[in-house]
Each structure stands twice: as C-alpha cells, then as structure tokens.
C-alpha cells in the first residue's frame, strides 16, 4: 500500500524474490504509469527492475483497495508520514490504509508496517483495523521499518546491512522472515515499539554525525583546518566509522529533517527532551546560510551578482527536491537580489520559488555563462567529472564555493578560482 518510494522499491524487491505482489495506491494516474513500466521519480536500477517485472505476472499495479486487499495474504504498508507544522509525524495516510484493511480484509492477515512511524503507532494501527472490522477476521501488526536511501535504493534492498521485525507472535516473525530468506541477511526481531524506535534513532544518529562533522568545519574554517582530513583519520578508527562524516551545506531530502523532528516531537511528548538532537536539527537549518556568508563577503554582497547553483536535489542520483539545502540556498540569494541560473541533471526548480531572477537553465553551461560565482550544491558525477578550464572561461568573474567538499581545491585554483568550500584546505 503506497506507491511511493519505498512501496515501489518493496513491491519490486519481492516480485525479484519470486513472490507474487500488488502494488495499491489510490492515485489512478500513478497506477497507469507504473503498469506501463514509467516510475514517477529518478532512481537507478529501480526503472530497470520496473520495466523486467511488468512484463511478468508476478507483480501487477492496482488503485483498488478491496480487490488488493482480499487477494493478498501479507500487506505492507508503506504510505508517507509526512511533518506537520509542530514537527510531529501526519498519520493520516496510515489511518486510511488501516481503515481499507478493516474494511476489506477477508481471511486471516499479516499487516506489516515499512511507513516510518513514531513509537506506539502499530498499537494504534491494530485499533484503527479492529473499529473498522466488519467481521472479526484474526490479524498480526509487524514492524518492518525501511532503511534504503534514495538515490541507491536498488543496492539498498537487495543488500540491508539488517533487516528488522517486530513483532510479539513467533508465526508473524517466522513467515515476514521467509520472505526476506533469499537475501540471507542479518535478522533483528525486537517488540513492535523497539523495531519503531530503531528506525528512529538511525535516522537520528547519522543526521548527529553530519551535524557533528558540519559544526566541527565552522571551527575548522576560522582556524584553517581541512575538514576532510579530520574526517578521514577519524573514521578509520573502526569505533568512528568513515560513513556519513562528509561536510557540507547540511542534510536535506524527505527523510532526516522529518524524522529528526519527529522525534524530537516524541520526546517532548514524553517531557524527555532530547536536547542534543534538537542542536543537530539547529546546525543544520543555519550550515548552508553560514558558509553562504563567505562568498558574500568575497563578492561584497549578491546584490547585482549573477549566481550559478549546481544541484537543486538534496543528493545526486534523485530528482527529490524536498528539503533540498540547495533551494535555501537559492532563496536566500533571490532575498539578497541576486540573479540564480540554476542546473541540475534531472531536478526541477519548485513553483513556489518562481522569481524573474530565476532561471532553471537546461545545461550547466548556461548555467554558468556570465556567472560571478558558482556555488555546488549537490555532488553529481557531471559537475565532478566537468571540464573546469572551459567553462571558467564564460564566466563574469571567478568564485566558487563547494558545498560538498567534492572538487579538487589545486586543481580550481591553478585554474584561476576563488575556491571557497567547507572547510577543505
Ligand atoms: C536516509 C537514510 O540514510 C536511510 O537509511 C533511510 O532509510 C532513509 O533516510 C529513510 O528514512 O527513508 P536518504 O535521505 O535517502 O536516506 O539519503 P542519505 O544518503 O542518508 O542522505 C541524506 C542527506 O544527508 C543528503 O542531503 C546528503 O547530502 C546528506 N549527507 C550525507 C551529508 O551531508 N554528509 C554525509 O556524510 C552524508
């Protein structure tokens, strides 16, 4: 149930693993794509997979909840769980498919839950099925939370570091395991509450780990330290890990900023506060606005200036813009009266950003042409393996800011740069 990211990567991991799958969301348009084989976002691989199973009849595509829901044994919920204005988590959609459960199911069922939920949500969803049970018809909630990353969520699934269930009844556990088996990957079973809270707390330590290392080159900058080579020794000390320890202009997509407040929402829920979570989300909201500052004071002031923005995604190999650290970036420099050509592969610039002084400019050439500045905002292979010397040369004037720590500092300068960056010296 949701086509979305993770219910559409989930269907096709299954109908891979030889099981037979409906995938069920209520938007007809969206159903018609996918049964024609055209996925709704950018994501390597998955196309591919989409393209080889619809034309199998294994995995088929349906807006219907009653026929969807009475011809399958085992129903993921994957539907979003978006923020609402206080932070908490929106589980209206959750309520819904529950309530079609209720309603629709015909024989004994296993529900399992991939949607990130804040604790205490699969008793909720237990209820919510139960008040809309017409007959009383035996059914278990599962936790199965999701950990695959947009942009490699191909790899992500058919290769989880862990896989977790939880759940308090042994048959639950027994038959959402067998459906993993072909992977055989490291099992967790924990109780429902615990399966939700791990889902949490991962989001919330890596988005810690990126706050740390981005807070850290704030200090490193004013001292003139290289970050990633802080970064890099810190991480080989196995205890630290190398991962996630990439500075930068922070942290965006639909899944840290999010989960991070609703977590913190919980917490406060509970008079538990969780205060250095609440730092880490600080960080992040002012990282991108601190290092913008840099290239302002080089240029005395955006006002006039032409600016390049490279990457309106929140992370290279998507097309999601949710929460992208690029579009603040950009309304930041629109306030400040600038003129923005932004590019970006496959990303478009969101309606609500619309200004006459900005320009989605198809090649980054264009985007770059008469550009006092250039400011990379999303690591793409195009912009890392991009002929520098050529296009510096359309450019008005010659700053550069990495906001990803991605390009080669000797290599821009010795080709006439102004390269500013996170802290990479
Ligand atoms: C994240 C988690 O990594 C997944 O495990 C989880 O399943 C997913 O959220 C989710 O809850 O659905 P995702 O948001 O797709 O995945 O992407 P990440 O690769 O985690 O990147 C998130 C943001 O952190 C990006 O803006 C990226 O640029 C930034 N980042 C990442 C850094 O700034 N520095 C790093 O070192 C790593």
Known sequence: MGMGYVGITTALLFAEL?????????????????????????EPGVD?????????????????PQHSIINNQIIFICVGTPSQYDGSANLSYIKQAATWIGTYMEQESCIV??????????KRIVQWIKVAQVNSIPYDV??????????SALRDSLEPDRIVIGSNSEHSVN???????????PIIVTKPETAEMIKYASNAFLATKISFINELARLCDLV???????????????????????????????????????????????????SLLKKVAEI??????????????QLSGFENKTIAVLGIAFKPNTDDIRESPSLKIIAHLL???????????????????????????????????????????????????ANWEKFRANMRDKYFLDGRNALDRELLTNIGFHYLSISNY
């Open 18 to 42: 030889g099981w037979k799958v409906t995938g069920l969301d209520p938007d007809h348009n969206k159903i018609k794509s996918l049964k024609q084989g055209i996925l709704p976002f950018h």
């Open 48 to 64: 591919d997979l989409l393209s080889r199973h619809v034309n199998l009849d294994n995995l088929t595509f349906s807006a219907d």
């Open 113 to 122: 839950t991939k949607s990130t939920v804040p604790i205490g949500t699969n």
């Open 142 to 151: 599962v936790s199965n939370p999701e950990f695959l990353r947009e942009g």
């Open 175 to 185: 038959l959402v395991s067998s459906l993993y088996v072909k992977l055989n990957r």
């Open 224 to 274: 003139e330290i290289n970050i990633t080579d802080v970064a890099k020794a810190m991480g080989m000390d196995h205890r630290i890990g190398p991962h996630f320890l990439n500075a930068g202009i922070g942290y965006g997509g639909s899944c840290f900023p999010k989960d991070v407040n609703a977590l913190l929402y919980t917490a406060n829920d509970y008079a538990s506060p969780l």
């Open 284 to 297: 992040n909201n002012t990282q991108s606005l601190f290092f913008l500052e840099r290239l302002e004071q």
């Open 335 to 385: 306030r400040k009266q600038a003129t923005v050509q932004a590019h970006d592969p496959v990303a478009r610039l969101p309606g609500d950003l619309s200004s006459d002084r900005l320009i989605q400019c198809s090649t980054m050439e264009d985007a770059l042409e008469q550009a006092d500045a250039v400011i990379l905002c999303t690591e793409w292979d195009e912009y890392l393996n």
